[in-house]
């Protein structure tokens, strides 16, 4: 007797396989959604902590690619008794000879306060500071004008003022108008502009810019430089930097102070991605917690359909048979989390990061890794109940009942 | 005996797919001294070398109180399970020779099964739940609908193949089952208590089916302990204790029932 041929097992199509794997879901559609929704949990979690530090960082660097990581800022430091060191005026003319340096500006700190007007009481200071400024300070600090105009050759020698965005927002002014004056130290200063906050020169913002020449005429200024910017050649920070103390004050080196502002961005950035861990870990956690909710269902299920595991089984299905459909059954309920999670996750991200006005970033390992570890986890956690339900014998699965 | 069938039928003796009729003389089931042991602790023996063949076309009917052995003895016709020693052959075919792959084939090709509890899906149109017996046959789904609806129309159905099961009387739910059993024109169906779940004008109207396909040329085994059902079944094969105790076939003159009247306590029998 021959039995090829005759008897050959035929494998499932594709789509009889993904109707065979819908069954358990459509016949018990909220437990089904209830163990997604583990699933989903888990991945909303992690794609939602993947996409919003790559949004923020995303942000982060195109900030910090725009504003330049070349700028160098030269300050005076402390003397060794602890007093407060000065910076020689000759300092800016020195450090512009160094080859490699493109631009040098500098402010000059001006002792006495500025209020809206003279009526406000002395005691209101606000914290604002008044500053000496350079004419070519903005592009080289890497801000710009928002309202007005800046300084000029002929302002700098008049009490003319240029408010930081934080200053003018302190002292409630929002448009520059012809005629608009401010009170410092018994001077009526009159407005010309106000500045766009300067991310890379935070205590510009919180400044009042008059020329250097008003400054001494006006406000009885000594001249020295209080900080000093620098721009260098992309390729020669490193070797500027070094160069910097001695060049800005020969005799003290060590009463400077020189800092990279665009260090201190990169720093917060990388601090972000420390946070993260502990959320991924938390979205992992969820996600393990996912997977035995459906392994735990898939269980369920196959015990609760021993009848039709036996049917199958009396219709002709093989082991094989029963195991690939329970198998595909499970993998199908974590897609459907990892999907809805993917979906969630983007969404959270999106509307996040439009709120803080960051280019909204999801990363493919972020999206493609959670629909993965989805189906991985639909595969681990629908293994055992497969080969369990394949095990079954028939005889007893239809007629213990 | 008819081979006329006004469509083609899904079933019948005339069908090409049923290997049974390579050999005319061929049954389409044989037994032959099997006993079946369950290694439980004691052990025991459901059935003691048990033989008889099934020729094509036949009607015959198992009865036997429970614990008689005819369950198990649907087990091994059936090829869910195998036996401890003995012969099983389903058109020819020795089932201790085939695989667990060859012999899910075997069902899937060969053996068409009625149960008592329908086994229905709810989930699933009545058109599909019969187009499923195909299922595991390779059949592609519009053919296996197209089979199904002259399925239904064998069972009396064709009206309503869009109905859920949900929605049918008991009676039509186990016709939907047997059309389940037909749809792949199978050598031999097997109905355990096919009316154990109705009441009686729909079981009579069950056992009217059958007998309408046997007359079509459908090979019917039906186990049942009602010895009524039994004595309407061209072929009456009795058991108990795990034996034969009687085969109309083996003497058709002799009384029925003869050694079933001599014990007096059978836990199913009418009283």
Redesign the interface.
């Known amino acids: 007797?021959t039995?090829s041929g005759?008897?050959?097992?035929?494998?499932?199509?594709p789509?009889?396989l993904a109707r065979l794997s819908t069954?358990g879901l459509?016949?018990r559609k909220l437990r089904a959604a209830l163990s997604a929704l583990g699933i989903a949990i888990g991945v909303a979690a992690i794609v939602a902590v993947l996409g919003l530090s790559s949004s923020a960082s995303a942000n982060l660097n195109n900030e910090i690619s725009a504003l330049g990581t070349n700028l160098l800022v030269v300050q005076n430091g402390q003397t060794i008794t602890g007093g407060s060191a000065e910076l020689p005026k000759t300092a800016r003319a020195m450090i512009a000879r160094i080859v490699a340096v493109t631009h040098v500006e500098q402010t000059g700190s001006v002792s006495g306060d500025v209020y809206r007007n003279s009526l406000i009481p002395s005691i209101d200071t606000n914290d604002l500071s008044i500053d000496a400024a350079s004419l070519g300070l903005l592009r080289t600090v890497g801000t710009s004008i928002a309202q007005g105009r800046y300084l000029n050759a002929a302002t700098a020698n008049e009490p003319v003022a240029v408010l930081g965005a934080a200053a003018a927002q302190r002292l409630g002014i929002d448009r520059v108008y012809s005629g608009e004056r401010i009170w410092a130290d018994n001077t009526w200063l009159y407005v010309a502009g106000i500045l766009n906050p300067a991310v890379l020169a935070p205590d510009i913002d919180s400044s009042v810019l008059v020329g250097f020449p008003a400054a001494e005429h006006y406000l009885s200024f000594d001249g020295h430089p209080f900080t000093i910017y620098v721009r260098a050649q992309n390729s020669h920070v490193n070797q500027v930097d070094n160069l910097l103390a001695a060049t800005a004050n020969p005799e003290n080196p060590s009463e400077v102070n020189v800092s990279q502002p665009s260090a201190a961005l990169v720093a917060q950035a990388d601090a972000q991605s420390t946070f993260d861990d502990l959320f991924l870990g938390l979205g992992a956690v969820a996600l393990l917690v996912g997977a035995i909710g459906v392994a735990n269902i898939m269980i369920i299920s196959v015990l609760e359909r021993r009848?039709?595991i036996?049917?199958?089984?009396?219709?002709?299905?093989?082991?094989?048979?029963i195991r690939v459909q329970f198998l595909a059954e499970a993998i199908l309920l974590a897609l459907i989390g990892g999907a809805a999670g993917v979906g969630a996750g983007a969404l959270s991200t999106a509307l996040y990061a439009s709120t803080k006005h960051e280019p909204v970033v999801i990363p493919v390992i972020a999206w493609g890794g959670g629909v993965g570890a989805a189906i991985v986890i639909g595969a681990v956690a629908g293994l055992w109940p497969a080969l369990r339900a394949a095990r079954m014998?028939?005889?007893q699965a239809?007629?213990s009942? | 005996m008819s081979a006329e069938t006004t469509r083609p039928a899904p079933c019948g003796v005339a069908d090409e797919h049923l290997p049974a009729q390579n050999a005319a003389d061929r049954p389409v089931l044989e037994v032959g001294h099997v006993t079946k042991v369950y290694p439980s602790q004691p052990p025991v023996t459901a059935l003691r070398d048990v033989s008889f063949t099934v020729a094509t076309g036949e009607l015959v009917a198992i009865v036997g109180p429970s614990g008689s052995g005819k369950t198990t003895l649907l087990h091994l016709m059936g090829t869910l399970d195998r036996p401890s020693s003995g012969r099983v052959r389903i058109t020819g075919l020795d089932v201790a020779r085939l695989s667990d792959r060859e012999l899910a084939a075997m069902r899937a090709t060969q053996i068409g099964f009625v149960f008592q509890q329908f086994f229905l899906a709810e989930h699933q149109t009545v058109l599909d739940n019969v187009a499923d017996g195909l299922l595991y046959a390779g059949v592609p789904q519009t053919e296996r609908r197209a089979r199904a609806l002259d399925a239904l129309g064998l069972v009396g159905l064709a009206a309503r193949p869009h109905a859920r099961p949900t929605q049918l009387s008991g009676g039509q739910r186990q016709r939907v089952a047997i059309a389940r059993a037909l749809v792949g024109s199978p050598a031999i169906v097997l109905a355990d208590e096919p009316t154990g779940n109705l009441d009686q004008a729909a079981g009579q109207a069950i056992l009217g089916l059958l007998k309408e396909l046997h007359h079509r040329g459908v090979t019917i085994v039906v186990i049942s302990h009602d010895r009524d059902i039994a004595a309407r079944m061209d072929r009456r094969i009795e058991m108990l204790d795990g034996r034969i105790v009687y085969d109309s076939a083996d003497d058709a003159s002799r009384s029925p029932l003869p050694v079933l009247e001599d014990r007096p306590s059978h836990e199913d029998s009418r009283p």
């Open positions: 007797m039995t005759t008897l050959a097992v035929r494998k499932l199509r789509s009889d069954v459509r016949t009848s039709e036996g049917l199958r089984r009396a219709l002709g299905a093989t082991r094989g048979h014998s028939p005889t239809l007629w009942m």
